[in-house]
C-alpha cells in the first residue's frame, strides 16, 4: 500500500482513518452490528452516525445486501470488517462502494495476514485499519495501524495521528525533535510508541509461520467436529485464498438440543477443556458497553442522539450468531496434533453426554 502510520491503538487508527477521509457531521458509516465497539464508537468520535447492518450468517461478516439497503445519500464510507476467521466479499464491497461513490475502510484488525485473491487484507479498501491489542496474531500489548496507498490521505493521517506534525528527514543535530509543526489539519496525539514498534516487528518475523500452523490446525478441527451432530465450522468465502484465525469459531444448532443458546454448551466445553470456551459479541444494538448516550460529548441535537440511538436497528443474524457460535481464541490453535486431539476428544465426550 506504500504507506502505514502507525497508531497507539486500533481505536485510534479508525478514527484518524475517518478523520482522513473527513468523515463528519451530517455523515453516515455503515458498520457491521457484530464486531467490537470500537467500531461504532470510532463513528461517534467522529460526530457522524454508525448505521448499523446485519451479518452473512455464513462468514459472520457484514451482508452486502444489507448494506446496499442501508446505503442512503449520507453515507460516506463502509466499514467491512474481517471477523474472527473470515473476510467480508471484498469483491463486492468494492463494487458497492465504488458505485455509491463512497470510502471503503477495511477493518482487519482480527486478519493480519489473510489474504483475497492473493492480495493482502488491508490493501484491498480505501484504507486498511488494524488493532496490535494483546489478544491480537500480531500484538505489542497495545497498536495500531492503518495503511494506504493515497500520499494525500497518508499526509493527513500522518499529520492527524501527531498533533498536526509530520516526519522531516532525520536531523543532524542531537536532541532535535524529527517532527515539523505542518497544521493542515488538526490531530491529537495517538501515535505508537517505538519500543511497541520494536516489539511488532519482531512479531512480524513469526506471524507467518504462527498463521501456517494455526490454518492448519483448524483444518484438522474442522474436519473432525463438523461430523458431531448439529456443528458446522464457520467457513470463508471462495475469494478468500488465505485464512487467519483471531478465532476459531463454530456454529452450533441449538435447538436440536433444547437450548435457546450456547450458554451452557460453553461451560461445558471450557470445564472439559480448561481453556475458555466464548460466545461471540453481544449484538451492538444491545451492547452494554455501546451507549452512546452516556456522553455528553454525544448530546449535539436531539435529532443528533436519535440518529445514534442502537436501539432503533434491526439485527436478526447478529442476534442469531451470539444464540448459536461457540468461539475460542486463536491460541488453542497453537498448539501440535496431540493438542487438536485433545481438544476433539473433549468435544466428543460433552457430545456424548449432552442429553
Ligand atoms: C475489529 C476490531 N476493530 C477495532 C478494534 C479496536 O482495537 P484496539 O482495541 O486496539 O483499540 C478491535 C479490537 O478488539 C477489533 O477487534
Known amino acids: 500500500m506504500g504507506h502505514c502510520i502507525a497508531t497507539a491503538n486500533g481505536s485510534a487508527a479508525l478514527l484518524v482513518a475517518l478523520e482522513a477521509l473527513d468523515v463528519g457531521v451530517g455523515d453516515e458509516v455503515v458498520v457491521p452490528g457484530l464486531t467490537w465497539v470500537a467500531n461504532a464508537s470510532a463513528v461517534v468520535r467522529a460526530n457522524a452516525v454508525p448505521i448499523l447492518v446485519d451479518i452473512d450468517p455464513e462468514t459472520l461478516c457484514l451482508s452486502v445486501e444489507a448494506t446496499r439497503r442501508a446505503l442512503s445519500s449520507r453515507t460516506r464510507a463502509i466499514c467491512p470488517v474481517h471477523l474472527y476467521s473470515s473476510m467480508a466479499d471484498m469483491d463486492a464491497f468494492r463494487a458497492l462502494a465504488a458505485e455509491a461513490g463512497v470510502s471503503l475502510v477495511e477493518d482487519c484488525s482480527q486478519a493480519h495476514g489473510a489474504a483475497w485473491r492473493d492480495a493482502r487484507a488491508g490493501t484491498l479498501g480505501t484504507v486498511g ?129 433444547g437450548w435457546s443458546d450456547v450458554g451452557r454448551l460453553t461451560a461445558m466445553l471450557s470445564a472439559e477443556l480448561g481453556f475458555p470456551a466464548e460466545r461471540v459479541y453481544r449484538p451492538l444494538n444491545d451492547h452494554p458497553l455501546y451507549r452512546p448516550a452516556t456522553k455528553r460529548t454525544t448530546a449535539l441535537s436531539d435529532s443528533y442522539r436519535a440518529a445514534i440511538d442502537p436501539a432503533r436497528f434491526h439485527l436478526p443474524e447478529c442476534e442469531r450468531a451470539h444464540a448459536e457460535v461457540v468461539s475460542f481464541h486463536h491460541r488453542l490453535l497453537l498448539g501440535d496434533e496431540r493438542d487438536m486431539d485433545d481438544v476433539i476428544r473433549a468435544f466428543h465426550k460433552v457430545w456424548e453426554h449432552l442429553g
Not at 458431531?228 to 478468500?240: I, K, Y
Open 129 to 257: 485499519v488494524f488493532s496490535m491489542q494483546q489478544t491480537k496474531v500480531l500484538t505489542a500489548g497495545e497498536g495500531g495501524a492503518v495503511i494506504t496507498a493515497s500520499p494525500e490521505l497518508a499526509r493527513r493521517l500522518e499529520q492527524l495521528h501527531a498533533d498536526g506534525r509530520m516526519f522531516r528527514p532525520p536531523t543532524q543535530v542531537t536532541g532535535e525533535l524529527e517532527l515539523a509543526e505542518i497544521g493542515e489539519v488538526m490531530g491529537a496525539n495517538l501515535a505508537l510508541s517505538e519500543v511497541e514498534a520494536a516489539l511488532l516487528l519482531e512479531g512480524l518475523t513469526r506471524l507467518e509461520d504462527e498463521n501456517r500452523t494455526r490454518e492448519r490446525n483448524a483444518r484438522r478441527l474442522d474436519a473432525a467436529l463438523g461430523e458431531l451432530p448439529g456443528v458446522t465450522p464457520v467457513r470463508c468465502l471462495p475469494g478468500q485464498t488465505r485464512r487467519s484465525y483471531y478465532h476459531y469459531v463454530l456454529r452450533v444448532d441449538v435447538r436440536r438440543f
